[in-house]
């Protein structure tokens, strides 16, 4: 972990002079918004919260803050789920929101540059003006920033079409921890070496800070349909997966259990749209050309144990269908603070690990109230468990071991943070991380860049 070396209240003065005295911030009530996470799971302290708005002043900044061996939080939209952008102790903030700068759309190479501070919804609004789409979708949209969202690698709803977000970015620029700056924006075709971007994309805030982003866009589909409908089990759920999987315009495909759907429908008053009470609930849609309802229809009814759909074409329709889907956090949420984890599960073993969970959970804590929904052609389950003081980390632990042992990951796209940074070891081998590490000492020799984050705060080279 990196130590302060020169008193942060010195610096001021130099950081006022590079970023404005509006955009250095150490009074606790303006730094406050900054130093938790919008689950309020995570909270820390930041010595100071610094707003560049511009590539060269974030330069500037990690100069002067990494001269005086200052660890530094990248922040974005502060939307993540595993306490990664938050400060735990003393750092200085650089929040990006400020660098919110939309190239025009490249409508040749379908391409468009975006600041790290633009939200998602924004660049999709942009991206859909010139006729074109971005791939990835979340919930959070009007909040999660493109920066945070590289350096994250999101996921979302439409990586079964799309993929991640390293799919999507084609160049970027970064800060290093130095101050210095390496731009890869050409968007090309390219085979000159390491791929820089790529390795920042997912790092986290650890090995760089991403300013700007070039991003692949997609032609916008035709028609549209969503369709909705119970499953008897994940048995049956994962068997029409498969069966959708033969739809070339399959772009997204959720699940929630019934719990989820109690919590979401108690909470928004939306009614019921499936008839009778089923297990698990599977949400799905199509974008493309052709008969899509029929494609959907015949591969429902090919499987057994699936209800009849309820079936969206106009877009007011389709939004009420998704709401389900996308108003379940803050429903979640609206009962108590969460014990949020993101796994994925082989598809083979989804439903076997839902029970265990279960009845390991029940042993561990009667009280604790699961609730199970995600990406579901991924087999990616988003945990959630209210019930729980938020400081008790019994059921997490239970919840990552239990992954591992049905063969998957403890991370699926949330990340590691700080959240789960003490059970990596259960899916990356000491080899494996001895690697992240080395790029991690050979890019942030002292350790400055988001401390705590995937490695833990212990030291990992000699001071």
Avoid at 316 to 333: G, H, K, P, V
Avoid at 431 to 451: C, F, H, T, W, Y
Wanted: net charge negative.
């Amino acid at each position: 972990m990196a130590t302060v070396r020169s008193s942060l209240k010195q610096l001021l003065p130099d950081l006022v002079e590079v970023v404005g005295p509006d955009h250095v911030l150490s009074d606790p009530d303006l730094k406050a918004p900054y130093e938790s996470d919008w689950t309020g799971r995570w909270h820390g302290n930041a010595n100071v919260v610094i707003r560049p708005g511009t590539t060269s002043q974030v330069s500037a900044v990690m100069g002067i803050l990494s001269n005086a061996r200052v660890a530094v939080v990248p922040q974005g939209g502060n939307t993540g789920l595993v306490g990664g952008g938050v400060p735990r102790g003393g750092e200085a903030v650089i929040s990006l929101r400020r660098l919110d700068h939309l190239g025009p759309v490249d409508k040749a190479s379908a391409q468009v540059n975006a600041g790290a501070g633009v939200t998602l919804a924004r660049l999709q609004a942009h991206a859909r003006a010139a006729g074109l789409l971005f791939g990835v979708d979340l919930a959070a949209r009007d909040s999660a920033t493109i920066g945070g969202m590289v350096a994250t690698n999101a996921g979302g709803i439409h990586v079964l079409r799309y993929g991640m977000m390293r799919a999507q970015v084609v160049g970027a620029e970064l800060v290093m921890a130095d101050g210095s700056v390496v731009r890869r924006m050409s968007g090309l075709k390219e085979n000159t070496g390491y791929d820089l971007v790529g390795l920042a994309t997912g790092s986290e805030g650890t090995l760089a800070i991403v300013t700007e982003a070039r991003l692949r866009l997609v032609a916008e589909p035709g028609e549209r349909v969503v369709a909705m409908c119970g499953v008897a089990d994940l048995e049956a759920a994962i068997a029409l997966t498969a069966a959708l999987r033969n739809i070339a315009s399959l772009e997204a495909l959720e699940v929630l259990d019934s719990q989820a759907m109690a919590i979401v429908r108690g909470h928004t008053g939306l009614p019921s749209v499936v008839a009778g009470d089923w297990e698990w609930y599977v949400l799905m849609e199509c974008a493309g050309d052709g008969d899509l309802v029929a494609a959907l229809h015949g591969a429902i009814t090919s499987v057994e144990g699936v209800s009849e759909p309820a079936v969206a074409l106009e877009p007011a329709r389709r939004a009420d269908l998704w709401s389900y889907r996308e108003r379940l956090t803050e429903s979640i949420s609206a009962l108590g603070i969460p014990h949020k984890l993101d796994v994925a599960i082989p598809l083979k073993e989804l439903g076997l690990f839902a029970k265990d969970l279960r009845e390991h959970l029940h042993a561990l804590s009667p009280q604790a109230r699961p609730v199970l929904f995600g990406h579901l052609a991924e087999g990616n389950l988003h945990v959630n468990i209210l019930g729980l003081s938020p400081s008790d980390s019994s059921a997490d632990e239970m919840v990552l071991h239990l992954a591992a042992d049905h063969g998957g990951t403890i991370s699926s796209e949330h990340g590691v943070g700080i959240a789960k940074q003490p059970w990596l070891a259960l899916t990356r081998s000491q080899e494996d991380r001895s690697v992240m590490r080395a790029i991690k000492q050979a890019l942030d020799p002292d350790g400055l860049l988001n401390p705590g984050v995937l490695f833990g705060l212990e030291p990992y080279h000699k001071t």
